[in-house]
């Protein structure tokens, strides 16, 4: 059996929403994992993979997606 890993964006996805059927793809302008209808930031992977991905981690423990990182001036 696999292991899946999510993790979710703190900042545009608190309550840790997603629908595997509408992940865009991964080379769509750092918005990988956000469902197409509401913009939501998750990540299937670890943290390493989403580092990867333009995902940060900040130093409180958050996990915020690409887009949030540009928009809060994360990066």
């Known amino acids: 059996m696999a292991r899946h890993c999510f993790m979710f964006c703190d900042i545009c996805n608190l309550t840790g929403w997603h629908h595997v059927e509408a992940r865009r793809d991964p080379d769509r302008n750092g918005r990988n994992g956000r469902r ?7 990540f299937e992977g670890t943290d ?3 580092i990867c991905h333009g995902w940060v981690l900040t130093p409180e423990g958050q996990h ?12």
């Not at 197409?36 to 998750?42: E, L, T, Y």
């Not at 915020?64 to 990066?75: D, G, M, R, S, Y």
């Open 36 to 42: 197409i209808s509401d913009g939501r930031g998750w």
């Open 48 to 50: 390493q993979e989403a």
């Open 64 to 75: 915020v997606c690409p887009v949030c990182a540009k928009n809060h001036h994360l990066t």
